[in-house]
C-alpha cells in the first residue's frame, strides 16, 4: 500500500469527486423508486386543470378522489422501501470504476510476495507513483438518470405532456373548484354559474382563451373568433348581453344555458346575474398579404427560368400565382412580328409556398421552363398575388422583364425556332414560315447535320405549304408543326445527347463565339456552366467506358484509370476555374488562349483513349440502334414518296422533271447499293444469321435503288408503296425480337413505341392499298414519331446497362465470397493472417494515398455507430501511425 501520509492527501483531494458521485448515485435511486409516484400526480393534476374532474357528479368525484390517494399513498411506500442510500465505497468503487487500471484500488494494495526485495519494492514503488497520478484525474461520474428500462411505454412523458396541454388550454384556478366539492362548499356550489371560451379561427394560430382567466375588462380577438358561452344552475338568474356579433332576427333567449356566436364587430359582451362579468370586445386587424419580386427571371442553358421573390402576412399565406401578360408595346414589331398576334391569354403559374416553417414571411423562387410558349425571350410584365386564409389579396407592382428561356446559338435552330415563334405569333405567317425554311434549305447541306432531318424539314414544309394552299391551319396543325420544329431545333442543337464528346466540344465552340461576339456576364458564365457540365458527362461516360472494357476482356490488364481520370479531371476543373476568373476579370484576350490550352488538352484525351480503345464489334444495343436507324431513314424515304404521289394527284405534270432527275439519281444509288452488298457478302459471308439492324446483303441497296430509278419513269402505284410497307413493317417486327435492355423500365418503354410503330405502318399498308395516300402519310408520320421516341428509350436502356454494369464491375474488386476483409479493405487468410496480393505502396504518389489513408481512418473512428471492436482496432492504428 501506498505512504499513509501520501494516500490521506490523495483522498483529501478526491473528496468532493466522491461525494458528487455518492450524490449522483443516490439520484439514481430516487428517480427509480419515485417515477411512478410523480407520474400518477401530473396526470391526475392535468385531469383537473383540463377541467375533467369538475364535470363529474360529486360522489364521483369524492370516489375517485379516494382511490388516488391510496393509489398515491401506496406508490410512496413501495418507492420508499426500494430507497437506498449509497455508501461512501460504492461511490468510491463507481469513481474507480472510470479510470483506467482502477488506480484507487491499486493504491490500496500491497505486494503479496517479495516485499523485502529492492528491485521488487522499487518496482512496487514505481507501480504506485503511475496509480498516484492516475488517481488525481478522477472526476465525478455523471449520474444516469435514464428510465427506459423501467418505463418502456414512456407513461412519465405522457404525463408531462398532459400538464403542458393543460397549461395551455386548461386553467390552473381549477384546483381551486375542489374546494367547492367539500360539505361545506356544497351548498355554495348550488348557486348559478358560467362558463365561457373564445376560440380564434384555426389558421390564425391563436390559443382558446377562457373567459373566466381573462383579468381586466378589456378582450381583444380576430374578427370570426367563436364565443361559446355555458349557464349553470337555475334558470333565468344569469342572462347573456353582447353587440359584438350583429345577430338579427330569431335569436336564442338571453338566459339560455348553451349559446354560440360569432365576433364580427367591436362592443359589449356581458353575463349579467349573480358572478356576472363584463368585457370590452377590441377586433385585432387581420392585415392583407403583400408580395414583392425581388428581382428579374433568369434563365439556365436548358432554359428553365428562377425569378426570386418575397411574401408576408400576419398569420400566413396560403396561396398565389403569377400572372405573364405580353408587354406589346415592347415588341420589335419587324419580319414576322409586323402583323398583330393572335388574342391569348396570360400565362398564370401557381407560386411556390414553403414546405416546412413559417409562411408569415418568406422568400422563395418561382421556377419554370418557358422555353416553348410562344412569348419565349419576348418582353412581358410580371405581376404576383397572393391570398391568406381569410380570402384577403394581396398584389405586386407590375414588373417587365424578358420572359428569359432557353437560347439557341446553331444558326439553322435558331433559324427553327424563330420560324417556330412566327408561327405561333399569328397562322398567317404559315406562308412566310415555309418560303423561309425554303430558303434555309437551299444549298444548306452544310448546316444539316444529317440527311434525316434534312428530309423531315423538307416533308414539314410541304405539309405546311399543302395546308395553306387549301384553307388555313387549324389549331392541332398548327401546334403539331411548331411542336415538330421545336424537336428538330433541340435535336440539331443538342445533337445525340449520349455523344458526350460532341455535346463537349459545341459547349466549347458556343463559349468561344460568345467571348468573340462580347456576349454579357450572364450569357458567358451560363455557357461555362454548360461547359463543365459537359465535360464532367464526358469524363463519366469514359470511365465507365474502361469498366466495360475490362469486364468484357477478363484478360486485360488492370490500369489506374480511377486515379488518373480523377487527376485530369481535376486539371481540367482547375483550367476553368481559371478561365471563368479571367474572364470575370475582362482578360478576354488571356481568357482566350486559356480555352485553346483547355482544348488542346482535351484533344490529347481523346487521341489516347482512340489509341486505347482499339476497335471491335458492335454490341447488340448499337446494333439494335442501328438497325432502327435505317429502318426510319427507310420509312421516311416511303413516306417522302408517297407525299410526291399526292401532290401529282393535284398537280399531274408538275413535277415531272424532278421525277426524272430523281429517277436518274435512284438508278446511280441502285447500281451503288448492288455493289456495297456484294462487297458486304464477300466480308461477312462467314456469319451465321443476321444481326439486328443489318440489311440482308446487298439487297436493300438494289431494291431502293430501282424503287427511286422507278420513280423516274412514273409514279408507283399504291399497290407497290403498299409491298414496300409491309416488307418494312416485317423488317421492324424482326428487329423488335431481338430488341435489348428487356426487364428495365427503359426497355419496355421501347418496345411499347415500337409496338405503337408497328401498329401504325399496318394502318399506313391497308391505307395505301386502299389508294389513300393522305391516311397513308399521317400514320407514316405516327409511325417515325414512335420510332425515333423508341430510339431515344433504347438509348436510355443502354446507358442504365452500362452504369450497372460498371457498378458491378466496381464491386467485383471486393466481393469475393468466402473472404472478409478488415477496416482496411485488406483480405483475411485462411490461417488468420491478413493481408493482400496488391502492391498497395507504389505509384508516384505515395504520401497523398498514405494522407488519404490516415484521413479516413479517423473519420472511422470518430462514427459512434461501428462496434467496440473495429472502434478500439482503429484508435489502436491512430496511436501506432
Known amino acids: 500500500m501506498v505512504e499513509p501520509t501520501r494516500y490521506t492527501r490523495l483522498m483529501h483531494r478526491l473528496r468532493w469527486p466522491l461525494a458528487l458521485t455518492r450524490a449522483g448515485i443516490l439520484a439514481e435511486s430516487v428517480v427509480r423508486a419515485l417515477w411512478p ?16 374532474v369538475a364535470a363529474l357528479p360529486v360522489e364521483a368525484i369524492w370516489t375517485l378522489g379516494a382511490l388516488a390517494g391510496v393509489v398515491a399513498l401506496a406508490l410512496l411506500v413501495l418507492g420508499l422501501r426500494r430507497l437506498r442510500f449509497p455508501s461512501r465505497e460504492e461511490a468510491f468503487q463507481r469513481l474507480d470504476a472510470t479510470l483506467k487500471g482502477q488506480p484507487l484500488q491499486a493504491l490500496r494494495d500491497s505486494p503479496a510476495i517479495g516485499d523485502s526485495d529492492p528491485g521488487t519494492r522499487a518496482l512496487w514503488d514505481a507501480h504506485q507513483a503511475r496509480m498516484v497520478v492516475r488517481a488525481r484525474q478522477a472526476r465525478a461520474v455523471d449520474p444516469d438518470l435514464r428510465l427506459s428500462s423501467r418505463d418502456p411505454f414512456g407513461l412519465r412523458y405522457v404525463a408531462l405532456l398532459g400538464v403542458i396541454v393543460a397549461l395551455f388550454f386548461g386553467s390552473f384556478w381549477r384546483l381551486g373548484d375542489l374546494g367547492d366539492m367539500t360539505p361545506g362548499g356544497a351548498q355554495a356550489a348550488i348557486g348559478p354559474s358560467w362558463e365561457g371560451w373564445v376560440a380564434p379561427p384555426p389558421y390564425t394560430g391563436l390559443p382558446t382563451l377562457y373567459l373566466g382567466d381573462i383579468a381586466g375588462e378589456e378582450l381583444s380577438a380576430p374578427r370570426g373568433s367563436e364565443v361559446t358561452m355555458r349557464f349553470y344552475g337555475p334558470e333565468g338568474q344569469l342572462e347573456l348581453s353582447e353587440t359584438v356579433s350583429g345577430r338579427v332576427g330569431d335569436l336564442p333567449p338571453a338566459d339560455a344555458a348553451a349559446q354560440d356566436f360569432i365576433i364580427e364587430q367591436d362592443g359589449r359582451l356581458a353575463v349579467e346575474g349573480p358572478g356576472g362579468r363584463e368585457w370590452r370586445v377590441v377586433l385585432v386587424p387581420d392585415q392583407a398579404p403583400s408580395v414583392t419580386i425581388d428581382g428579374p427571371g433568369e434563365a439556365d442553358v436548358e432554359g428553365q427560368m428562377t425569378m426570386p421573390f418575397s411574401a408576408r402576412d400576419d398569420y400566413g399565406v396560403v396561396a398565389g400565382e403569377a400572372v405573364i401578360a405580353l408587354d406589346l408595346d415592347a415588341v420589335d414589331r419587324r419580319y414576322g412580328l409586323a402583323m398583330d398576334p393572335e388574342p391569348r391569354e396570360a400565362i398564370r403559374v401557381p407560386l411556390p409556398m414553403p414546405i416546412s416553417g413559417s409562411r408569415a414571411e418568406f422568400s422563395e423562387a418561382l421556377a419554370e421552363n418557358f422555353s416553348q410558349h410562344p412569348w419565349a425571350n419576348m418582353p412581358v410584365t410580371v405581376s ?132 468573340r461576339n462580347g456576349a ?35 484478360n486485360q490488364p488492370p490500369m489506374d484509370m480511377e486515379n488518373a481520370m480523377r487527376m485530369t479531371q481535376d486539371d481540367i476543373q482547375r483550367m476553368m476555374d ?18 485553346e490550352e483547355l482544348q488542346q488538352m482535351l484533344e490529347n484525351m481523346q487521341m489516347t483513349e482512340s489509341q486505347g480503345g482499339g476497335e471491335g464489334q458492335q454490341s447488340p444495343g448499337e446494333q439494335a440502334m442501328e438497325g432502327l436507324g435505317e429502318t426510319l431513314r427507310d420509312q421516311q424515304e416511303l413516306s417522302d414518296e408517297a407525299f410526291r404521289d399526292l401532290q401529282d394527284q393535284f398537280n399531274p405534270d408538275g413535277n415531272s422533271g424532278q ?36 440489311s440482308q446483303g446487298g439487297g436493300g441497296g438494289q431494291s431502293q435503288g430501282q424503287q427511286q430509278g422507278q420513280a423516274g419513269e412514273g409514279a408507283p402505284d399504291a399497290g407497290d408503296l403498299a409491298d414496300r410497307q409491309r416488307q418494312l413493317r416485317e423488317e421492324l417486327d424482326r428487329q423488335r425480337g431481338n430488341l435489348p435492355g428487356a426487364g428495365t423500365e427503359a426497355g ?85 493472417a491478413l493481408g493482400n496480393d496488391r502492391e498497395m505502396l507504389q505509384g508516384p504518389d505515395v504520401q497523398r494515398r498514405a494522407r488519404d489513408l490516415l484521413d479516413e481512418i479517423r473519420r472511422r473512428s470518430g462514427e459512434a455507430e461501428r462496434s467496440a471492436e473495429e472502434l478500439d482496432y482503429l484508435r489502436r492504428l491512430l496511436d501506432r501511425f
Open 37 to 52: 409516484l410523480w407520474t400518477f400526480l401530473l396526470t391526475a393534476l392535468a385531469l383537473v386543470m383540463l377541467g375533467v
Open 384 to 515: 404576383l398575388t397572393v391570398e391568406d386564409a381569410a380570402a384577403q389579396s394581396g398584389r405586386s407592382d407590375g414588373y417587365d422583364m424578358l420572359l428569359d428561356a432557353r437560347r439557341f446559338f446553331d444558326p439553322l435552330a435558331a433559324a427553327l425556332i424563330e420560324m417556330r415563334r412566327d408561327l405561333l405569333w399569328n397562322r398567317d405567317n404559315a406562308e412566310r414560315v415555309a418560303q423561309v425554311l425554303r430558303a434555309v434549305r437551299w444549298q444548306g447541306d452544310r448546316f444539316f447535320p444529317s440527311e434525316t432531318l434534312e428530309l423531315r424539314l423538307m416533308r414539314l414544309v410541304r405539309k405546311v405549304e399543302t395546308i395553306v394552299r387549301f384553307r388555313p391551319m387549324t389549331d392541332e396543325q398548327v401546334s403539331e408543326v411548331t411542336a415538330a420544329l421545336w424537336d428538330m431545333a433541340v435535336e440539331i442543337e443538342d445533337g445525340d445527347l449520349d455523344d458526350a464528346r460532341a455535346r463537349m466540344e459545341r459547349a466549347r465552340d458556343r463559349l468561344q463565339e460568345a467571348m
Open 520 to 554: 454579357s456576364d450572364e450569357e458567358i458564365a451560363r455557357l461555362m456552366q454548360e461547359l463543365r457540365d459537359a465535360t464532367r458527362d464526358y469524363m463519366r461516360q469514359l470511365a465507365q467506358q474502361q469498366a466495360r472494357d475490362r469486364a468484357n476482356d477478363p
Open 578 to 595: 481559371r478561365i471563368q476568373e479571367l474572364m470575370e476579370e475582362g482578360r478576354m484576350a488571356e481568357a482566350q488562349q486559356a480555352l
Open 659 to 694: 421525277r426524272g432527275q430523281q429517277g436518274q439519281q435512284g438508278e446511280d444509288q441502285g447500281q451503288q447499293g448492288e455493289d456495297q452488298g456484294q462487297q458486304q457478302q464477300g466480308g461477312q459471308g462467314q456469319q451465321q444469321g443476321q444481326q439486328p439492324g443489318q
Open 748 to 832: 419496355r418503354a421501347a418496345r411499347d413505341s415500337l409496338d405503337r410503330a408497328d401498329e401504325a405502318m399496318r394502318g399506313a399498308e391497308e391505307a395505301l392499298g386502299e389508294g389513300d395516300l393522305a391516311e397513308a402519310i399521317d400514320q407514316q408520320s405516327q409511325a417515325m414519331d414512335a420510332l425515333r421516341k423508341g430510339m431515344r428509350n433504347l438509348g436510355e436502356a443502354m446507358s442504365q446497362q452500362e452504369r450497372d454494369l460498371a457498378g458491378q464491375q466496381g464491386e467485383a474488386e471486393g466481393d469475393n465470397p468466402g473472404q472478409r476483409n478488415d477496416p482496411l479493405g485488406r483480405n483475411a487468410g485462411t490461417n488468420g
